[in-house]
């Protein structure tokens, strides 16, 4: 009887092990954004300090979970799992984190939809939550298709940034104007990546709409020589049709990105 008992205690240890998913620990707050919504509360180690930003989308999940600067010292000292990560930790990530056996997974840097649906099942594998992660995608699609079942895109809309940039094709900015269904003009004037605000051009030919990111932030003091603080520039945004968006919905490229897209969207059809 005491060798069965014995037989049953070990058993459940070794499905209890079995069933245990991943502990983790995030080292950026691109990375933070996908373990808060995908991974079990009691996965999560500790997220980045910028996980309570207001540029962090998930910072309200955020308040119960320790937060730890991206350093081996402090990282391994939890002795995580599974390290995930965008852009913290450094060039050396993998090696500084994954020498102690943690699992060390780097997300991409998407410049559109289907690249943040690569992070999305790259992260819920990794966190072994795939039918939450697939959960996930099934709904950012839906409203995708929602977004393209609508009219074609005939308003033009420029890209603003308190730095003095806008976004040209190849940006996570791009793909949300496309989603929305409006045209950026910055892309469909040759611009890729991130160039200068053509403070000029707006001036002379203003767009009907404009898309103005991170003027809202509560970090853009250093921003305020930039050409888009200019008085004829600001005089613009005030006359024109303008869609503010929360630095939380396009710090990282993420699902959210499709709040961004409906925003843009719904001012788009007042105007038509």
């Not at 393209?148 to 033009?156: I, K, M, V």
């Not at 250093?222 to 919905?249: C, F, G, M």
Request: with cysteine; net charge negative.
């Amino acid at each position: 009887m005491k060798r069965f008992s014995a037989y049953i205690i070990s058993a459940a240890a070794v499905i209890s092990c079995a069933a245990a998913k991943p502990r983790v620990v995030s080292l950026d707050y691109c990375s933070d954004q996908y373990v808060l919504k995908l991974a079990d509360p009691d996965q999560i180690f500790a997220v980045s300090r910028g996980a309570d930003k207001d540029y962090s989308h998930m910072r309200s999940a955020a308040d119960d979970h320790a937060r730890i600067r991206p350093t081996p010292e402090e990282v391994l000292s939890l002795e995580p799992d599974l390290v995930l990560r965008q852009w913290g930790g450094g060039v050396n990530a993998a090696e500084a984190f994954g020498r102690f056996g943690a699992e060390v997974i780097s997300l991409g840097y998407p410049d559109d939809f289907e690249g943040v649906e690569d992070n999305i099942r790259m992260a819920a594998e990794a966190l072994e939550q795939p039918e939450r992660g697939e959960k996930l995608i099934r709904e950012m699609q839906s409203r995708l298709d929602a977004l393209a079942a609508q009219n074609e895109p005939t308003q033009r809309a420029l890209y603003v940034t308190p730095g003095g940039v806008t976004a040209g094709s190849h940006t996570m900015i791009d793909s949300i104007l496309k989603a929305a269904g409006v045209i950026n003009i910055a892309a469909e004037n040759g611009e890729v990546y991130w160039p200068p605000l053509p403070a000029e051009a707006l001036l002379l030919n203003p767009p009907k709409l404009i898309v103005a990111g991170f003027f809202v932030s509560e970090d853009q003091d250093i921003n305020y020589w930039s050409a888009a603080r200019h008085p004829a520039i600001e005089a613009q945004l005030k006359e024109t049709p303008t869609v503010y968006l929360t630095p939380d919905l396009i710090s990282c490229a993420a699902w959210y990105a499709v709040d961004a897209a409906e925003l843009i969207a719904e001012k788009s059809a007042e105007l038509e």
